[in-house]
């Protein structure tokens, strides 16, 4: 069975890979591409570990097959900090000691970022639901969501 | 598995029909890639129709919206005008899943995976939708309600696509109410679903009525009896009582690991009251 | 809002108690930090299990030869490749393991005992062969009669798990096996006499049902093993070194030759304190001569790794109208899944803990169904009997009129209290827990229609634990730390502030490291609350050893006694008579001339730490029910708890807010479903239900001090007890709204539907919704 071959950006820059047809998004990334970052905690879309966004929406790359992203931009954990500087979500996080063992960690900070994108000033309920499909086990979701907030407060201030 | 990503609906169609093995339609992924990888089905061929303009693609026409069947329910949801006129269906259509799932669930899918449990089905029920399905012998219309017969069994054939939903023309003083019933506050199936549609007179009683139910069912069901016991109501609680047990009556629920019996036929008589009065609230402030 | 009550003879510390950004942070917000599944080796193989889709069945044949001719298998393995093992326990966290049990539950032997036990295991060179060798190898299965619940399995006509088991704990011992593996019984005085002096007693029946760890990350290790034997393993683990001990123990292999990294963890809560893939990877590995790699599915976590027992129990307690408790008792029968070991013990002595009692008696049961192996998960067995324990006795403050806080204020255990399980308390935070919880202003909060509030207190016992710690001064006065126990949750940051705090310098100087089983002596696994409690013991030894190092160094270089150097403020200077003739050498310096002075600095510590002390709490839950659905919603959260010294407050209050969402869910939602058939029918997020982050408020924190002496900075573990509290507060919380008891967990929606129904067709009075 022939693979499929595909084009697309990650993070910005354009890359190409080859892939079978049953392989989805979050496999090609970590195993053909070798960006770990993004997890996998389910691979049936119930627990947000392989969120990343594509073509600028918030998705679970688990739920994507791989050759479905020709010609697409996908973002990841990977792009979030901008060189030097993390995200203010990174930092917050960090400040907020919002993660205990990390896994679910980049699922968190990349759809807490698709959010703030798109509502910068979230009420506690409203980024409660948001991230309704990001399971952690760790932190029962207090500092989470107390840092996500308070880096959507800094950004509003910038 | 062989992958094809056809950019007309006549391509899709021929893949379809010309697949000697198991073909599978590919819209928001969301559940056939579950599928998928659980192992339930091992298709020789999936036809991703995102690519085909027509299915998404949200259109105003004189006959009401034209919702393209590969619509996401985040796009709907985005859309200027959808969540004022059919705020029933957005809403349902935007409780499947999470933020993410959102990110690619479509109605097209929701339907035509065929669980009894789809949130979006009671409300495009209630809203008197209509599919337009398309296959080698051209197109039909077909109420939502007439397309899954049972669990993964769909009136529809293997080389026919739907192509789009169609929401009816509203008149004044109408709107529609999702609710369902699930143990956490998100991310769970449907233990019951009921959609309201109403529509009121100026003296503000119920002239038209359609209600939806879904996991009470081997199907989703329109419920006219429901219904009934509405008209010319004005949802006082002798209506609201006949109301709940017509709701009750229709209901043949199995038990599984997301509820029993007893529990969601008591529950789908609480959850299509509390529509009701929600879509009542909202046909009145029009 | 988080709240620190610190002790009043807090002394002064420069570090520990602040909140510094920890060392391992930017990894894991970047997506660098590398978890079990993101290692990989060049030429790998992917490795898969075939699982038995029946409860319980004898295996007549298994015929291999099919697969192994599909081109791309490397290598097959069955329980032919494992040596057979005597029984043997050996402790593993908290609980004890048996390897005879071990070496079937990784490989089945003569019987699969569950749907989801290893069959066989297949190497490819890549995943979709091997799940197709998978669906080439043979079985044949000769299905036998299966059995779940615990009580069923007791009986003398349940289906026999094992044809050997004879009860153990009973005297004179039975002479027909049974599936009770063993009973317990732990007390004192006379429980008759008591309740026979008791105004007012309660007894109730519960049951609660099998709950999963449910960490995030799925089993996942990367196995590579040399023609020569060496074998290296990275692993998603609890413990490094309890899992080379378990893979050499099963494979028969030199314990030198296996070298086992602990990768970052992704969650693990006792669930990772065992081995499952690891031995089977290695073996893989070790046959076809090239890495192989082994990833569980989440459908693989849920069917075939130990949730926690489910449990049948009858608690009894008994008061006079003053309030005292006159006698407690408790029978509880834990389930411990195909083979024995459930936390039985543990659960039957942390029932009663909280509590000053003349006359307790608590018999418990280990019994076997057919299920996956139980495993430990966060203060094994205490949830399920304080449930239990914490339910009656609000019935029983109720009953006499008593609010239910006072009621435990009136028996609580404090330091000197003889522990209903058999020591002494120390030192102990529970009274004041208590207090705190009474004044907080939650308890007084008002309610609306439908809402209830329930409290209930908690206990863990702590491990210490063998632990090695290793600090080495650099050449530029930083400090690398290597310490063994895993990092779950921020340890790392607490084990460099109290270095930081030994050596008078910034945290930031220090790098820890989590060391591989070559790096180090033995260490414990992470588990038992012990990581800061006995990781820090060993931190602060070497690192007063490096200062003995330093000031022996500098003493050297001026010439002088040592004891005519002092360290103070992170640098060393000439004492008393001496003082101010020579300048002060900081580590920067003594780094440097280190070469010069003798050789490297390095202290080493190597420990079993004692002294480990228990920590209490005490949580506060509002919920709101609603009658027409019998949905539970959490409104508010409090919880209370005492750390002895909170090192890095943050972290505590991680641990606090983490074990009581755990415990919701537990209370709530969380519950394995079984078809009549013995197979799981929930194996998946979806339908095995954890709070998502909509289900839940703010969770409220109070860190009480009340410093464990036998520690250098008074720390208590704390990561065990906050799961404990959770289960009663809010079924007394779920009484308070509706005026009714439920025994039976989860308290998912149809169950209390049904319960209010039935109580309003009885015309109940206590109804209250």
Request: charged fraction near 25%; hydrophobic fraction near 40%; glycine fraction near 10%.
């Amino acid at each position: 069975m022939a693979k499929h071959h595909i084009a697309f950006t990650v993070n910005g820059d354009p890359v190409e890979v080859l892939c079978e047809t049953q392989q989805t998004l979050l496999d090609v990334l970590r195993d053909e591409l070798e960006l770990t970052g993004t997890k996998e905690g389910c691979g049936t879309g119930d627990c947000g570990a392989c969120s990343v966004v594509v073509d600028g929406r918030l998705i679970c790359s688990c739920l994507m097959l791989g050759v479905e992203a020709n010609g697409k931009s996908v973002e990841t954990i990977e792009g979030m900090g901008r060189g030097e500087e993390l995200h203010p979500l990174q930092r917050k996080f960090l400040e907020h000691a919002a993660l205990q063992c990390g896994i679910c960690t980049p699922g968190f900070l990349v759809a807490a970022k698709a959010l703030l994108d798109r509502n910068p000033n979230p009420t506690e309920t409203e980024v409660r639901y948001w991230l309704a499909g990001n399971l952690c086990r760790c932190t029962g979701y207090d500092k989470i969501v107390r840092a996500v907030m308070d880096a959507a407060a800094e950004m509003r201030r910038a | 598995m062989r992958y094809e990503a056809p950019e007309t609906l006549e391509a899709a169609i021929a893949l379809l029909r010309s697949e000697s093995g198991e073909a599978r339609v590919l819209a928001g992924g969301t559940d056939l890639l579950v599928q998928l990888k659980t192992d339930l089905i091992e298709p020789q061929l999936v036809v991703d129709i995102k690519k085909i303009r027509e299915l998404r693609e949200v259109r105003r026409e004189a006959e009401g919206y034209r919702i393209g069947a590969a619509v996401t329910g985040a796009e709907l949801k985005e859309h200027p005008e959808l969540k004022a006129v059919w705020p029933g269906v957005i809403e349902a259509a935007n409780l499947i899943g999470s933020t993410q799932i959102q990110g690619r669930a479509t109605l097209g899918g929701n339907l035509c995976n065929g669980s009894p449990a789809a949130d979006s089905v009671p409300a495009l029920i209630a809203a008197g939708a209509t599919v337009t399905v398309a296959g080698p012998n051209g197109r039909r219309n077909v109420p939502v309600e007439d397309i899954v017969l049972g669990p993964r069994k769909l009136s529809i054939a293997r080389d026919e696509i739907v192509v789009s939903f169609l929401l009816p023309p509203r008149p004044p003083r109408a709107a529609d109410a999702y609710l369902r019933f699930i143990p956490r506050t998100e991310m769970d199936i449907a233990v019951v679903g009921a959609g309201v549609n109403l529509t009121l007179g100026e003296d503000g009683r119920v002239t038209a009525a359609r209600v939806g139910l879904g996991a009470v069912a081997a199907r989703p069901l329109l419920v006219p009896a429901a219904a009934e016991a509405l008209i010319g109501s004005a949802l006082e609680e002798a209506a609201l009582a006949k109301f709940e047990e017509a709701v009750r009556a229709a209901c043949h629920p199995i038990d599984d690991k997301r509820g029993t019996r007893e529990f969601r036929i008591k529950v789908a008589g609480v959850m299509a009251r509390r529509a009701a009065q929600k879509a009542y609230e909202r046909a009145r402030s029009r | 809002m988080q709240e620190r009550v610190q002790n009043a003879e807090a002394a002064e510390f420069k570090v520990i108690g602040t909140r510094p950004i920890r060392p391992d942070g930017v990894d894991k917000v970047t997506g660098r930090a590398r978890f079990g599944a993101d290692y990989n080796l060049p030429g790998q193989l992917i490795g898969k299990v075939l699982r038995s889709p029946h409860p319980h069945a004898r295996i007549k044949r298994i015929d291999t030869s099919k697969a192994e001719k599909l081109p791309g298998v490397k290598a097959i393995v069955t329980s032919a490749d494992f040596p057979d093992q005597p029984s043997e326990f050996v402790p593993a966290g908290e609980l004890l393991i048996n390897y005879r049990d071990l070496v079937r539950n990784i490989m089945a032997r003569e019987k699969v005992l569950y749907e989801g036990h290893a069959v066989a295991a297949v190497a490819a060179t890549s995943a979709s062969i091997a799940k197709q060798a998978l669906k080439l190898i043979e079985v044949e299965y000769e299905v036998l009669p299966h059995v779940i619940d615990v009580d069923e399995a007791m009986r003398p006509d349940a289906p026999l798990l094992h044809e050997d088991m004879i009860t153990a704990g009973v005297d004179p011992a039975p002479n027909t096996p049974s599936n009770i593996a063993k009973r317990v019984e732990f007390g004192r005085g006379d429980v008759a006499k008591g309740f026979a002096e008791a105004d007012v007693i309660i007894e109730r029946e519960f049951k609660t049902k099998p709950v999963h760890q449910g960490y995030i990350e799925p089993h996942a290790c990367l196995a590579n093993v040399s023609e020569d034997g060496q074998a290296e393993l990275w692993v998603t683990t609890q413990g490094q070194w309890v899992v080379r001990a378990h893979c050499a123990r099963l494979l028969g292999w030199d314990v030198s030759k296996i070298r086992v990294t602990a990768t970052e963890i992704g969650g693990g809560f006792g669930g990772k304190t065992v081995v499952y893939l690891e031995p089977v990877a290695l073996a893989l590995a070790a046959k076809a001569k090239r890495p192989v790699k082994m990833v569980m599915t989440r459908d693989e976590v849920f069917r075939a790794t130990g949730p926690t027992s489910g449990a049948s129990m009858k608690v009894k307690i008994g008061a006079k109208r003053d309030g005292r408790i006159t006698a407690a008792e408790a029978l509880l029968k834990y389930q411990a899944g195909a083979f024995q070991g459930s936390p039985i013990g543990p659960g039957a002595m942390s029932a009663f803990a909280p509590y000053d009692l003349e006359n307790v008696r608590t018999v418990g049961y280990d019994v076997v169904t057919n299920r996956p192996k139980v495993a430990a998960y966060r203060a094994p067995g205490a949830p399920i009997s304080e449930f239990a324990v914490e339910s009656v006795i609000d019935e029983v403050a109720k009953a006499i009129g008593m609010d239910p806080i006072d009621f435990r204020l009136k028996n609580a255990a404090k330091e000197g209290t003889r522990a209903a399980y058999g020591p002494k308390f120390g030192p102990i935070g529970l009274i004041e827990c208590l207090e705190a919880a009474k004044a907080h202003p939650h308890w007084s909060a008002p309610l609306g229609p439908n809402q209830g509030r329930g409290a209930a207190s908690g206990f863990w016992f702590n491990v210490g634990g063998e632990t090695t710690v290793q600090l080495q001064l650099n050449e530029d006065g930083t400090f690398n730390l290597v310490a063994g126990t895993p990092d779950i949750g921020g340890l790392r940051a607490s084990l460099c502030m109290m270095a930081a705090e030994e050596l008078g310098i910034e945290p930031s100087r220090i790098r820890a490291l989590i060391g591989d089983t070559a790096s180090l002596g033995y260490n414990f696994l992470t588990g038992g609350s012990r990581s800061t409690f006995s990781g820090g013991m060993a931190v602060v030894e070497a690192a007063r050893q490096v200062i003995a190092q330093a000031c022996a160094r500098a003493a050297k270089l001026w010439e002088l006694p040592v004891d005519a150097v002092t360290f103070e403020d992170g640098k060393v200077k000439p004492a008393g008579d001496n003082a101010g003739k020579h300048e002060p050498l900081g580590f920067a310096d003594l780094g440097r001339l280190a070469g010069k002075t003798g050789g490297p600095i390095v202290g080493n510590a190597s420990i079993t730490a004692h002294g480990a002390a228990p920590s209490f709490g005490v949580h506060i839950a509002d919920v709101e029910v609603d009658p027409e659905t019998g949905r539970i919603s959490v409104l508010r959260y409090t919880a209370i708890q005492d750390a002895g010294r909170a090192i890095h407050p943050s972290y505590v209050e991680g641990q606090y807010q983490g074990g009581a969402a755990q415990g919701i869910g537990w209370a709530l939602n969380e519950e394995y479903i079984y078809g009549e058939d013995g197979r799981l029918q929930n194996a998946s997020f979806l339908d095995y239900r954890m709070p998502v982050a909509s289900d839940l408020p703010m969770i409220d924190t109070v860190i009480i001090e009340v410093p464990n002496p036998r520690h250098p900075y008074g720390v208590r573990g704390v990561g065990e007890t906050p799961i404990v509290p959770p289960l009663a507060a809010i079924a007394n919380a779920v009484e308070n709204a509706t005026g009714l008891r439920f025994t039976e967990l989860p308290m998912s929606p149809p169950r209390v539907l049904a319960a209010i129904e039935a109580a309003r067709a009885r015309g109940d009075k206590n109804l209250k919704v």
